[in-house]
């Protein structure tokens, strides 16, 4: 279970099923392999703290994205703490069936009143990634992307992300 509090309400998620571990593992590793490395290291471009399920403290609302990135010229060193106060400069929610509805609600809400500037929405089922940016504290959709089509998204535009393995493969058709 994941506990969060969302607006002084305590919300408690089941651990996800394959299809959104499966995602969110092949996205970490894409984004870890390439940006959670010094800037101007030769094996990509760096520059980023990307954690997994992170625990961050914004006021009363402590929230747990699947994913949080900060940029290593505002964050040098990443604190030695259990949890984050400093907002990131990237979140990304991998949505899943029982959990969607806070995702795009809440914790968007939340997520853009801390000042969040880039937020990505994961949907392994449809196989969709949403980007949005944050423009005068509202969110405007950057780009949708969908299926297997390879793709470039803001702030991590500077790989080519294969969104085909992200997903997991579907079971074939039953025959007649």
């Not at 969110?24 to 954690?51: C, E, M, Q, T, Y």
């Not at 984050?84 to 991998?94: F, I, N, Q, R, Y």
């Not at 853009?112 to 500037?117: C, E, I, L, S, T």
């Not at 949907?123 to 005068?136: A, M």
């Amino acid at each position: 279970m994941v506990a969060e509090i969302l607006d002084g309400e305590l919300f408690l998620s089941p651990r996800p099923a394959s299809p959104h571990v499966n995602a969110g593992s092949v996205l970490g590793a894409d984004l870890n392999g390439a940006f959670h490395r010094p800037p101007g290291d030769p094996k990509g471009p760096g520059g980023w703290w990307i954690l997994f399920e992170p625990e961050l403290h914004f006021g009363t609302d402590v929230v747990v994205p699947d994913f949080a990135g900060w940029r290593r010229e505002r964050m040098p060193l990443l604190p030695n703490a259990p949890a984050l106060t400093m907002a990131p400069d990237w979140a990304c929610e991998v949505v899943s069936p029982t959990t969607g509805y806070i995702d795009r609600g809440r914790k968007m809400r939340i997520y853009a009143h801390a000042g969040v500037p880039h937020l990505w929405i994961v949907d392994p089922i449809i196989r969709t990634l949403e980007v949005y940016g944050l423009e005068g504290g509202r969110w405007i959709v950057a780009s949708t992307h969908g299926g297997t089509d390879p793709v470039r998204a803001v702030p991590f535009d500077a790989i080519e992300l294969e969104m085909a393995r992200w997903w997991l493969p579907q079971a074939p058709a039953p025959s007649s």
